[in-house]
């Protein structure tokens, strides 16, 4: 879920110009190198480890594009192998990112994901095959990125980052990077990465659109700074429900590796205090000045949040499956197939996109979620409704809603479309 599609407004025509109040310390000015991260750095902490002697004659081959640069040059890549990089999601952003920072030789890079690889993946997650459908995440990619380098040292978190072993896992590295798509998991990694004094390097994705920064660094604004509340329900759709364009993910995921390995070498001009916005569709980038926000809770001189809180609470579930058992009518797929069969005038409400339509439906009358509240003349109150979307919760979404209309003979098809393709009709597209 996208930070612009709910925020785009305050951001568009505003290139170049600051979109936070004031900041006490300004990050690096433009055209200054970028101070390296500490383990890349002479002035390291007692935790992070020494650069190493020298690379071996094979790695000198492997990275002898890098080696010529005089920005990097064998020092520099010697800052890469001693360099610590996690990286928080193995899927759209993760995936790219996860092969450009291995094949960098970044020398220990941690990945945390608990997914499986799903057929829906493969069109923008680069790192699987189609003999991966049903395997982890985790075990899949680092099979995928130790191929691709053994020169490095993959570490595999199979776990959902949470509150309670968020700071413990980001401690042990000194760059994050955001492949997540979710909001609570992007305030999480925010909020630790600035209680731990790590950058945090941010992207995002939807439709053909897409987000880069670097928040918590050398003094410059945080997630928070510029997103300072999550946003409203059905404020930001996933990119299940909008859709992505499969190549997106590899150009952001690639600016983030290039903002990480810049962090690692001290090198060129640091997104921090700056967010790239980029338009594929239209081919341009544009750049907004973000300025860090005295008033931030987190990063703040009056700062409040001082550890971790409960993400899932303060972002309202958003962006997670909801969980309407107890609180929405519903019916299950099976039984609204014996309901119809036995004859029963049941009225199908479709609530998906009528490009979602022309995939495949079970028949009924269409109207998107968004045209409930201006088309509900359109519906029979007193008639028995079933409302399905991909997955239920749109639909979720317009039976709360008419049932507040007075609706009160409507119910929810329980997992929408996949499951009755799961349990009625196989034959059904799946998308």
């Known amino acids: 879920m996208l930070e ?52 071996s004659h094979e790695e ?38 996860g092969l450009y920072l291995a094949a960098a030789g970044v020398g220990r890079l941690g990945i945390v994901d608990f997914d499986v690889v799903e057929l829906t993946n493969l069109h923008r997650q680069i790192t699987f095959g189609t003999s991966d459908i049903g395997r982890s995440k985790l075990e899949a990619a680092a099979e ?13 978190h199979e776990t959902r980052l949470t509150s309670e072993n968020a700071l413990e896992i980001l401690a042990g590295y000194d760059v994050i990077v955001d492949g997540t798509d979710n909001f609570p998991a992007r305030y999480l990694i925010n909020d630790a990465c600035v209680l731990l004094g790590k950058p945090d390097v941010y992207g995002s994705v939807f439709r053909f659109q897409g987000q880069a920064s670097v928040f918590g660094f050398a003094n410059g604004p945080c ?47 640091i997104l921090a205090g ?42 309202g579930a958003r962006g997670q499956p909801v969980e309407a058992s107890t609180a929405i009518p519903e019916i299950s797929p099976r039984d609204l197939k014996t309901r119809i069969d036995a004859g029963e005038n049941i009225f199908l409400l479709d609530v998906r996109e009528p490009r979602e339509y022309e995939i495949c439906h079970i028949g009924g009358y269409l109207i998107p979620l968004a045209e409930i509240p201006t088309r509900v003349g359109e519906l ?51 998308y």
């Open 4 to 55: 612009f599609v709910w925020n785009e407004e305050r951001m568009m025509g505003v290139n170049d110009r600051d979109v936070r109040g004031p900041e006490r310390k300004p990050p690096p000015e433009k055209g200054d190198a970028a101070p390296a991260v500490p383990s890349a750095s002479k002035e390291r902490g007692s935790d992070a480890p020494s650069l190493p002697a020298s690379l």
């Open 60 to 97: 000198m081959l492997r990275y002898s594009r890098h080696l010529i640069l005089p920005e990097v040059s064998l020092e520099g890549q010697l800052k890469l192998k001693a360099a610590r990089v996690l990286l928080v999601g193995a899927g759209g952003l993760g995936a790219p990112s």
């Open 144 to 156: 995928r990125l130790r191929d691709l380098n053994p020169e490095i040292n993959i570490l595999a």
């Open 223 to 269: 997630y928070r700074c510029l997103y300072p509340e999550p946003p409203p329900p059905g404020g930001a759709p996933s990119c299940a429900e909008a859709g992505v364009l499969g190549v997106l993910p590899g150009i952001i995921g690639s600016i983030q590796v290039a903002e990480t390995i810049k962090l690692i070498l001290g090198a060129g001009e």
């Open 274 to 315: 700056r967010l790239l916005l980029v338009d594929a569709l239209k081919m341009t980038f544009r750049e907004l000045r973000v300025r860090k926000n005295p008033a931030c809770p987190v990063c703040g001189p009056g700062k409040t949040i001082r550890k971790l809180v409960d993400y899932e609470t303060f972002c």
């Open 380 to 430: 029979n109150p007193s008639r028995d409704t079933v409302v399905y979307c991909r997955r239920g919760e749109r639909s979720a979404a317009a039976v709360a809603f008419l049932k507040r209309a007075g609706f009160s003979r409507v119910r929810n098809l329980r997992g929408g479309l996949l499951a009755w393709a799961e349990d009625v009709d196989p034959t059904l597209p799946r």
